[in-house]
């Protein structure tokens, strides 16, 4: 089994929004997907920008436009980016979404023989979200007839997604009520865990500190523990948008194994 770590563009923005209290300190974070090759078929884990989010401001809320500028990378574009490694639509054969906000909801629809996986709790939020959240969700991303896998949160916490112990998904409310995040047991790289939104960074991981915005920040310390946990038995914490820890990942075309 191999893991591509993927980048389709970058947010433009503020610490603040990621780390509370911090404030006034340009902030510009990778918009991360990946990819996994397991035996059974290629999965991918969020998918980055709607390509008409980046090329049309006007689909996004001016506040969020004035917040993060979100831009993609020439090849960034999901699409664009299997093409280049020679993948075919079709054969991706799960889309585990971690949530539905913008910059991670944009392919869904784009892969015909996928089996999207969410959080039935995610999908019921997204369409009535709080009133602070609404306008990172586009109801044009996940508004979609697709082959859904709706998972129960802690009822189907831990769900094994081949029933092989490899992709094990991890229900990591806080930042939304149905964030989910993604196990990979590799056999020589070991288990990474990547949290995307549960976890922007790592001064949130290292110092239990809160992003500047959450739907729960109780939920959101606890998942954060979790993490902590699993960080002191040897799994690899990835985290959703730090720029610093991103520069020391491998990236796609190279791997881990």
């Given amino acids: 089994m191999k893991l591509y770590v993927m980048q389709c ?21 990778p918009v991360p997907y990946f990819l996994i090759e397991h035996e059974k078929g290629y999965v991918l884990f969020d998918s980055g920008h709607n390509q008409t989010t980046v090329n049309d401001p006007e689909t996004l809320n001016k506040v969020i436009w004035d917040s993060f500028r979100p831009a993609e990378f020439g090849e960034g574009y999901v699409l664009d980016a299997l093409k280049k490694s020679g993948i075919k639509p079709e054969e991706i054969v799960y889309h585990v979404c971690s949530h539905l906000h913008f910059d991670h909801a944009g392919g869904i629809g784009l892969f015909p023989n996928a089996t999207y996986v969410v959080q039935r709790a995610e999908l019921h939020y997204a369409y009535m979200p709080d009133p602070f959240m609404k306008i990172v969700y586009l109801r044009e991303d996940f508004d979609k007839d697709v082959n859904w896998l709706m998972l129960d949160g802690w009822n189907d916490n831990k769900h094994d997604l081949f029933n092989d112990g490899k992709i094990i998904i991890y229900y990591t409310p806080g930042h939304t ?6 196990m990979v047991n590799l056999q020589k790289s070991g288990s990474i865990l990547l949290t995307q939104d549960a976890c922007f960074t790592e001064e949130n991981l290292n ?14 310390i606890r998942t954060l523990a979790m993490f902590r946990d699993l960080q002191k038995k040897g799994v690899k914490i990835i985290t959703g948008h730090d720029p610093n820890a991103w520069a020391s990942l491998k990236k796609a075309p190279d791997f881990y194994d």
């Fill in 177 to 182: 009520p149905g964030h989910q995040s993604l």
């Fill in 207 to 220: 110092e239990l500190k809160l992003p500047g915005s959450s739907c729960s920040s109780s939920q959101y």
């Fill in 9 to 29: 563009g970058v947010l433009y923005s503020d610490k603040g929004v990621f780390v509370a209290g911090s404030g006034g300190t340009k902030f510009d974070v």
